[in-house]
């Protein structure tokens, strides 16, 4: 199991990124679920710190491996913040009438078999899986 915690800063996404890739490599046989893992958990700090944070918040992550899918849960102490009610890009539209942002929670419902969010004892969490197929 991998588990991290930084400050709820974008500050700290260069550290949060390096940890999660020296475990890919050690820990994840294939590179594409590493790929995707650095993606999803990425997206979902950076919306956590633009849309949630506190200045003194704190982030944590969690994965843990099965043999055919990783099980993640990402919580931080910030402002109540439900990605899954963040309206979906709508990607049909051409590139000159879509609004900016949003592809990244699209890629995230996209590659996580499930999705599940709950605000509790002041925390946001976010429990997702993404199975090791979507990376092939």
């Known amino acids: 199991m991998f588990h991290i915690a930084v400050k709820n800063q974008i500050g ?12 890919c490599e050690t820990e994840l046989a294939d590179e594409g679920t590493g790929t995707w893992l650095n993606l999803i958990v990425e997206e979902l700090f950076v919306n956590f710190v633009h849309h949630g944070t506190k200045d003194t918040g704190r982030f944590e992550l969690s994965v843990e491996c099965c043999d055919d899918s990783l099980e993640l849960t990402l919580k931080d102490d910030g402002k109540p913040f439900n990605p899954l009610e963040a309206q979906p890009a709508n990607v049909e539209a051409s590139l000159e009438d879509r609004q900016v942002g949003r592809l990244g929670l699209h890629l995230v419902r996209k590659l996580s078999s499930s999705i599940a969010y709950e605000r509790a004892e002041g925390c946001n969490i976010v429990k997702l899986t993404i199975p090791r197929s979507a990376a092939e």
Do not use: K, S
């Open 12 to 23: 700290d996404l260069d550290e949060l990124t390096a940890e999660l890739d020296r475990y």
